[in-house]
């Protein structure tokens, strides 16, 4: 299968009554607070954010932070819920940055979640997000493992997951220092007519 914005436009209003999405979200949270010591000064940046997820588990232990993602869906769900639970240091934006100019902010900390598959120039993702970070600054980057192509199935048009070291030297080569990996979650597909296990690792690089 394919993923455009118009899929992930469609998906977003039922995007949270995944349970192991909410899960994921959660691991990769607490994994991101044993990794980087963050508080709520930090000014942070979602990128890829969906439904914002992530952000929620994470909040207030950060206290200010950027939602950004391409989905007009997702980012009506974000707002939302935002609206819903009367969260201010929460923010919206429209941003994709495979095609949009770099945003003037800058951030102590960076983090995504299961987006960098579905960005073809991960050298340039890279390269950008280094840019973006304030020194001494963290991005984190949790995603797939390697995998067979069945996670996403025929037609998927993204990577495969990704190489550990691949990824970490391509992190180096954008300009960060220290790269360091753990796997954070375990996804399970039992249906599945290859690879089952799906591992989910964080990457965290240090500028």
């Known amino acids: ?60 232990r950060i206290g200010h932070v950027i939602l950004a993602d391409s989905s007009t869906g997702m980012l009506a769900v974000l707002a939302d819920k935002l609206a819903e639970r009367q969260v201010t240091g929460m923010q919206p934006l429209k941003l994709d940055l495979v095609t949009d100019p770099l945003p ?62 691949d990824i970490g030297k391509k992190a180096r080569r954008a300009g960060f220092g220290s790269v360091d990996f753990r796997t954070v979650f375990q996804m399970t597909k039992s249906g599945s007519p290859g690879q089952k296990e799906f591992p989910v690792f964080l990457m965290v690089a240090r500028k």
């Not at 994921?24 to 930090?42: G, K, L, N």
């Not at 120039?121 to 950008?128: E, H, P, Q, S």
């Not at 037609?155 to 070291?165: T, V």
Request: with cysteine; proline share 4%.
């Open 1 to 60: 299968m394919t993923n455009t914005i118009e899929d992930f436009d469609r998906s977003a209003k039922t995007w949270d009554s995944d349970p192991v999405k909410v899960a994921r979200a959660r691991a990769v949270a607490d994994a991101i607070c044993q990794a980087v010591p963050v508080t709520p000064a930090m000014r942070a940046l979602e990128y890829g954010c969906g439904t914002g997820l992530l952000s929620f588990a994470l909040y207030p």
């Open 104 to 165: 003037s902010d800058r951030f102590d900390l960076i983090y995504t979640l299961m987006t960098f598959h579905h960005i073809a120039d991960t050298d340039k993702i890279l390269r950008d997000l280094f840019l973006l970070l304030r020194s001494p600054g963290y991005l984190c980057v949790a995603d797939l493992d390697a995998e067979d192509g069945t996670f996403h199935g025929r037609g998927f048009l993204g990577h495969k997951g990704f190489d550990r070291e």
